[in-house]
C-alpha cells in the first residue's frame, strides 16, 4: 500500500511566485515539483535525530 502524502501550503507574495514559476519552468518542473524538492532537500540537511 502506497503512503499517504500531505498538503503543504505555503503563501507568498505575487512577485515571489512568479519568479519562482520562471525558475521552475527553466528546470522543467511545475512550481509543486520544485516546491517539493526543495523542502525534502531542505529536511535531509537541516534534521538531525
Not at 503543504?8 to 528546470?27: G, M, P, R, S, Y
Request: avoid cysteine.
Amino acid at each position: 500500500m502506497a503512503e499517504e502524502k500531505k498538503r503543504l501550503t505555503l503563501l507568498v507574495d505575487n512577485d515571489i511566485f512568479e519568479k519562482f514559476k520562471k525558475l521552475a519552468q527553466e528546470q522543467n518542473r511545475t512550481a509543486g515539483n520544485l516546491g517539493t524538492k526543495l523542502v525534502i532537500d531542505y529536511v535531509k540537511e537541516n534534521y538531525k535525530k
